[in-house]
């Protein structure tokens, strides 16, 4: 087991940059919210359910269960805990001291493969919960989609990691060849890529949330361009871009069905409260410390594409998305791609 935590940690250190941010969300889109079902009535099992959660854009739809948990209104007994880095929880989770963790999608699919056994998973996919963080925007207003992006320059963080391999992938399917219709440059942080959008006009580049919302409401010369969770819906219909993933270990799963069931359904109340009420939950924003003014939260909160799929809608949305990543390079999602066991209630 040791040498599990070790091998997953080394995974962890090298996908960082494939997580997104870890601070919240940001642009305009519209968000569904898949419920597991009826909704059933409390289960008579009453458990504690230790929860792992980022401090990013996954985390925003779970916070109407954190409210519910705090005020003993919640099902169950959810102990919510909001870590900075993909690397705290992975080890938590191999070692069975978390038993649902929100991890980035690719990350989600690296652990399972690298803790699965002969005796069957370890950690199994439980819900999408997170789609596409990412938008092209613009100082300017000459980019209306990606193919005006040809002769430009692109601006972008996420180089060897998930931001790239969906932005070539998009660009390419856009009939534009990176490197030589379209130059994107790679950055270390967001932070310079919001400066140069802000500073130069005609500059464009890539952000996820919260910076796109935040530099938006700031400098009014800047602009989202580009919704790439709609660009990909539009050029892969039969998946979704993804971003967050809830995964569930298996022995707890197995254990306890009926916590999970009530998780399940705490957590699509908390999704549609989130997203039906931006308002109302853009102080529980700031109150976590995911952004840092409530007008900035309400803004980001719909661009954020909160959703809660599971089952066959969690297996469709994400099975193609992994298909690209693994395309562009296999060891971002593991070596391989996941197998049926990976997606748990889906056919």
């Excluded at 002769?151 to 998009?170: C, D, I, N, W």
């Excluded at 959703?307 to 971002?332: F, K, N």
Aim: glycine share 8%.
């Amino acid at each position: 087991m040791r040498r599990t935590v070790a091998l997953l940690g080394a995974c962890v250190l090298a996908l960082l940059a494939a997580c997104g941010p870890s601070t919240p969300p940001t642009d305009p889109a519209a968000v569904t919210t898949t419920t597991p079902g009826p909704r059933p009535s409390p289960s008579a099992e009453r458990v504690t359910v230790r929860v792992a959660a980022l401090a990013g854009p996954t985390t925003i739809g779970l916070l109407g269960l954190m409210r519910d948990a705090a005020a003993g209104t919640a099902r169950q007994d959810y102990r919510v805990t909001t870590y900075g880095t993909p690397d705290e929880v992975v080890p938590q989770l191999v070692r069975g001291d978390v038993d649902i963790a929100l991890l980035p999608a690719n990350l989600a699919a690296v652990v399972h493969r690298q803790t699965r056994t002969d005796a069957g998973p370890a950690v199994q996919a439980l819900a999408v919960n997170t789609l596409g963080v990412l938008s092209v925007l613009e100082h300017g207003t000459d980019v209306r989609s990606l193919a005006d992006l040809r002769g430009r320059t692109v601006l972008s963080t996420g180089k060897g990691a998930s931001p790239q391999y969906v932005l070539e992938h998009l660009l390419r399917r856009a009939g534009l060849t990176p490197g030589t219709d379209v130059t994107v440059e790679y950055v270390p942080e967001p932070t310079q890529v919001a400066a140069a959008l802000a500073a130069t006009p005609g500059t464009v580049g890539v952000l996820p949330q919260p910076y796109a919302t935040a530099v938006t409401v700031q400098e009014p010369d800047v602009r989202v361009a580009v919704d790439l969770t709609q660009a990909w819906a539009d050029v892969e219909p039969s998946s979704q871009l993804v971003t967050g993933v809830t995964v569930v270990r298996t022995a707890f799963a197995r254990e306890h069905p009926g916590a999970l069931a009530d998780f399940l359904a705490d957590d699509a109340r908390s999704v549609a409260f989130v997203t039906g009420s931006p308002q109302d939950a853009a102080p529980l924003v700031v109150e976590a410390g995911l952004v840092r003014s409530a007008p900035v939260a309400q803004a980001a909160i719909p661009a954020c594409h909160l959703v809660l799929l599971t089952g066959d809608e969690m297996r469709a949305a994400l099975e193609g998305y992994l298909a690209v990543l693994h395309a562009a390079e296999p060891r971002s999602v593991g070596g391989a791609l996941p197998g049926d066991d990976f997606y748990l209630g889906a056919t």
